[in-house]
């Protein structure tokens, strides 16, 4: 059985950092992209970052490009996201998922992802 357990999310003030992090347990971890979305009230899910099996490719959103960082320790099963100059606006529930994907293609699209964890809240104060 497949587990994504995420950790790290908090209350942090506008200008902050924080780390993400993402355990997986029950798949080849190597074997697949691994993604960041996230969910803020009242809203739909949206796609943050992403990265490939072995970290030779991200993508990122607009909204947080030069500010979120994708990278992946494939010995240690986790994926982790590291979040600076956080605003008030990346207040969200963060959700990491993985897909299945060979190469250097780095998945973005929501429906290309068949795991999901549980999610950890990222709040911001201003």
């Known amino acids: 059985q497949v587990h994504l357990v995420e950790s790290g999310g908090g209350l942090v003030q506008a200008g902050g950092s924080l780390r993400l992090s993402c355990a997986a347990s029950?798949?080849?971890?190597?074997?697949?992209?691994m993604g960041w979305f996230r969910q803020a009230p009242g809203k739909e899910r949206e796609f943050v970052a992403a990265?490939?099996?072995?970290?030779?490719?991200?993508a990122n959103s607009d909204s947080v490009k030069g500010r979120f960082t994708i990278t992946r320790v494939n010995a240690k099963n986790t994926v982790y996201l590291q979040m600076n100059s956080l605003k008030p606006e990346d207040t969200a529930v963060y959700y990491c998922?993985?897909?299945?994907?060979?190469?250097?293609?780095?998945?973005?699209?929501?429906?290309?992802?068949?795991?999901w964890g549980q999610g950890t809240q990222v709040t911001v104060s201003s």
């Open positions: 990265i490939n099996w072995n970290g030779g490719r991200t």
């Open positions: 029950g798949l080849t971890f190597s074997r697949y992209a």
């Open positions: 998922a993985a897909a299945g994907s060979k190469g250097s293609r780095v998945p973005v699209m929501e429906y290309e992802y068949g795991y």
